[in-house]
């Protein structure tokens, strides 16, 4: 099976910019993740959809970040504006009923 | 809330021999436990997992984790390192109980020398 689809690969931005992220889940996963990993950390999450719909955007900064999957498929992660600190890896994942499968990330640097 | 501690920032071996990374983790219940492995610019595969039953668990790469609830540890172990086993490894908790959302630990990172 195809795995989870993520682009851009690298993004550099200067801060106050806006970006986003691209994300295609393995067909028929009905649960999509977003995490982000500075460096040096663990991944961690950032928004949890179930089809089209927010399970859990807890530890989304939502002044700054939003997330959408509109079809319950393809999902986006935009931010708007950049700071330094958004630096990091942003992985997707998804599910059916088990564990996650990630994809490879988008590597964001802030400058 | 659960948390994951992995206690070793760095590891290093030489290869052919074994390893061990440590994870403790903390949770009231028995949470479902994993093991992540994560090459430079790739995302996290899955190496092995535990929910019930055999608390020793076979993975993929040759890879095994034994759980012990007296300890709340969940230790990876490899009995002859690979140079191509130099990578960031990542232990996670999940609540269990049909929720696979993991909080992962910090990570090792391996470096193994020839």
């Known amino acids: 099976e195809a795995g989870v689809a993520q682009s851009p690969r690298y993004k550099i931005i200067e801060k106050r910019q806006s970006v986003a992220f691209w994300c295609n889940p393995i067909?028929?996963?009905?649960?999509l993740y977003w995490y982000q990993q500075i460096l040096g950390q663990g991944p961690k999450l950032l928004i949890q959809f179930q089809n089209n719909g927010v399970v859990d955007d807890s530890q989304l900064p939502k002044d700054r970040f939003s997330a959408e999957r509109l079809k319950g498929v393809d999902s986006t992660l935009k931010i708007q504006p950049a700071k330094l600190e958004d630096s990091a890896v942003y992985l997707c994942a998804s599910s059916l009923q088990g564990p996650l499968h990630f994809g490879n990330g988008t590597r964001l640097t802030v400058t | 809330a659960q948390s994951v501690t992995q206690p070793d920032i760095h590891i290093t071996v030489s290869e052919g021999a074994s390893l061990e990374l440590r994870c403790n983790y903390s949770?009231?219940?028995?949470?479902?436990l994993f093991w992540y492995v994560q090459s430079p610019g790739q995302g996290l595969q899955l190496l092995l997992k535990?929910?019930?039953?055999?608390?020793l668990v076979q993975g993929i790469k040759g890879f095994e984790a034994e759980f012990k609830r007296s300890q709340s540890s969940f230790n990876l172990r490899k009995p002859s390192v690979h140079w191509s086993d130099a990578a960031e490894y990542f232990c996670a908790v999940a609540p269990g109980g049909g929720s696979y959302i993991p909080t992962f630990g910090r990570g090792t990172s391996l470096i193994v020398h020839p």
């Open positions: 067909s028929g996963h009905a649960t």
């Open positions: 949770y009231g219940a028995t949470p479902y």
């Open positions: 535990y929910f019930s039953g055999d608390t």
